[in-house]
């Protein structure tokens, strides 16, 4: 299996990102949370705008994933203290299972080294019962809860969790 991840810098990738968020987001967390919920922060986070400015204005990284030269999804992440976080990590439903996973987070892992960053951090939902485990079984743990509002009502109940990248 071939998997490239592309860093997202222009318009184009940035409406490609902008779709698969939209899409993924609403097949996934309808289970978890409320569709007004998702709508908003589709807007709020996950838009064309919102992408454009974390990109261009708060040091975010974003990378597409693809496979056979099509975008299966993507990722986010922000450097700062000495560690990685991952903001965003979402694959395709038709996509999930086949190892996309694995192969993006020794990616990741790799960034780390080379950037010489001792962790990669980042929130998930503490409902997300299916995420929360294959995070855990790629080595993350739970280092602490967060509840985080968002605006409009609704607030991000997440666990904070963490990996360790051994540095060479």
């Known amino acids: 299996m ?3 991840f592309p860093h997202v810098n222009t318009a184009a990738e940035i409406v ?4 698969l968020a939209a899409e993924i987001w609403r097949e996934y967390y309808v289970s978890i949370i409320t569709i007004e919920q998702i709508d908003y922060m589709i807007d709020k986070f996950q838009s064309i705008p919102a992408i454009t400015d974390q990109i261009h204005h708060e040091g975010y990284e974003y990378y597409s994933i693809h496979h056979e ?3 299966v999804g993507y990722m986010s992440v922000r450097q700062g203290e ?4 991952l903001s965003k990590f979402y694959i395709g439903k038709e996509h999930r299972g086949r190892g996309y996973a694995n192969k993006a987070l020794a990616f990741l892992e790799q960034l780390c080294k080379d950037r010489n960053l001792s ?3 980042l929130t998930a939902n503490r409902h997300n019962k299916s995420s ?5 079984k790629k080595g993350f743990r739970i280092v602490r809860e967060q509840i985080a509002d968002i605006g409009n009502g609704f607030v991000m109940d997440d666990y904070i969790m963490e990996k360790e990248i051994p540095v060479p």
């Open 132 to 136: 929360i485990a294959v995070y855990e």
């Open 16 to 19: 490609e990102v902008a779709r």
């Open 2 to 4: 071939k998997l490239i």
């Open 82 to 85: 000495g560690k990685l976080f």
């Open 69 to 71: 030269g099509s975008a």
């Open 119 to 121: 962790h990669i951090w």
